[in-house]
T-cell receptor, first 111, second 115 residues
């Protein structure tokens, strides 16, 4: 079945620095979504990418969908303590409805 | 987006008892709701898709007799963990799917601890 992998599993970032987390699917996706889960909280939808090569920005967050629609990345610039949490990508297969979540990247910010 | 509420947020029970978790869609009529399970520092695993007025669709490896799902109305789905054991301790989260992007709106989650 479809598998979605995320790297790195953990990311320790100095406040003010940039970092990128990567998401790779074993199969071609119809779209990919990103979610953020704060410690002790529930996942919150951030964005959806649909088109091959699509790039979307939300303030300091830049999301990219690969040309082959099998990978995606999230780049955060000038990391702040409010960026702490786990970032999940979730891919929807070409066939249908099911979203498969990646393992998540747990981000810790050092002030 | 949709507002989803779960109750209870935390529950501690003895081994062998059954626990019911409610998931309500407060401003959105949801014919479908999704139940996920999350172990500490792990990802979200889809357990089942709850369908209003019909049987839930369970993912492979999820025991339907263990995790009873009822979706009796467009705003309420319930998950009952029957004869709970310590290995059932986990964070259970429900969600509904948004109409615009197909994004998921999650409830606050219910943390179950079985002693």
């Amino acid at each position: 079945g479809q598998q979605v992998m995320q790297i790195p599993q953990y990311q320790h970032v100095q406040e003010g620095e940039d970092f990128t987390t990567y998401c790779n699917s074993s199969t071609t996706l119809s779209n990919i979504q990103w979610y953020k889960q704060r410690p002790g909280g529930h996942p919150v939808f951030l964005i959806q990418l649909v088109k091959s090569g699509e790039v979307k920005k939300q303030k300091r967050l830049t999301f990219q969908f690969g040309e082959a629609k099998k990978n995606s990345s999230l780049h955060i610039t000038a990391t702040q303590t409010t960026d702490v949490g786990t970032y999940f990508c979730a891919g929807r297969g070409a066939a249908g409805n099911k979203l498969t979540f990646g393992g998540g990247t747990r981000v810790l910010v050092k002030p | 987006g949709a507002v989803v509420s779960q109750h209870p947020s935390r529950v501690i029970c003895k081994s062998g008892t059954s626990v019911k978790i409610e998931c309500r869609s407060l401003d959105f009529q949801a014919t479908t709701m999704f139940w996920y399970r999350q172990f500490p520092k792990k990802s979200l695993m889809l357990m089942a898709t709850s369908n209003e007025g019909s049987k839930a669709t369970y993912e492979q490896g999820v025991e339907k007799d263990k995790f009873l799902i009822n979706h009796a109305s467009l705003t309420l789905s319930t998950l009952t963990v029957t004869s709970a054991h310590p290995e059932d301790s986990s964070f259970y989260i429900c969600s509904v799917r948004g109409a615009q992007n197909g994004e998921l709106f999650f409830g606050e989650g219910s943390r179950l601890t079985v002693l």
